[in-house]
């Protein structure tokens, strides 16, 4: 009986595998779906079809797109990809939605915004909640990466809640990553203080059309800012651009700037190095994320937590103390 479910199941997860390589949508997001679940059944699972997937991963050019809300990201990303569908390239976006604080439901408006890409066969759009995950992305993000990869997309785009520390989360498992700014409210100074554009690969100001003057002072002051900035890479200093995601201006310079920093970063070394550095550096998310599952779910320490909560609240000992009393607790 046993021997039987097992087999079955494995069945279903070649289907499952053949069905991502066909590039069946349904497939695709059945796959995204197990490697979301927190079942531990369906992550064994999901582990044994990334693997089997992992072959026909990597040969895309991944983009990260950040920026405070109202910046226009999704009629950006929408406008960025039926220009990418014109020119021949499937496009799939990973929308990390906004988890709600009280119900923690997702608010998943990222389609109804995205109204015309949807429509498209050439596009795949996937929001999926960040459930309170650091940064506001997703846990599963770069798998669903890896399974749209596999699913025969050209360009993957994931967006970001643009809060909290979800840029350097995203910076930290795309290619290029993209800072969408709006002129004449000082988000370009307020982005320096917090250190958002030391991580930028492109930073562009949306929305320009509505006052020209006002985008192209921004962008010259985003420039002369960036002067002072160490760049991430010896090779490439970040642009500044200028576009109007809902006038359909500026999308085809925009990519043709991607393009030139994909060639560079591949003409160097840069581009893999990256991308072997953001594996390994993903392996260690994974142990960390894994050994606070363990430390929490570890019965002696389920039983003391509360206790020293509250001491630690009220001031009876200190929070050094009461850590090391339940680290030693795991230890026995």
Known sequence: MTHSSTTSMAT???HLVDGVLACRRRALAKAITLVESTRTDHQRRARQVLTALLPHTGRTIRVGISGAPGAGKSTFIESLGLFLIGAGKRVAVLAVDPSSSVSGGSILGDKTRMELLCQRDEAFIRPSPSS???GGVADKTREAMLLCEAGGFDVIIVETVGVGQSETTVA???DAFVLLQLPSQGDDLQAIKKGIVEIADLI????ADIDERAAAAARSQMRTALTML????PNWRPPVLTCSALGKRGIAEFWAEIERYQGLMKASGEFEQKRRRQAVDWMWSLIDSGLRRYFRAHPAIRAALPELSSDVAEGRT???AAAARLLTLMKE
């Open 230 to 233: 160490r760049s991430a890479s």
């Open 204 to 207: 562009i100001f949306n929305k």
């Open 318 to 320: 200190t929070p050094g």
């Open 132 to 134: 309170g995950s650091l």
């Open 172 to 174: 930290g498992m795309v």
């Open 12 to 14: 279903a997860d070649q």
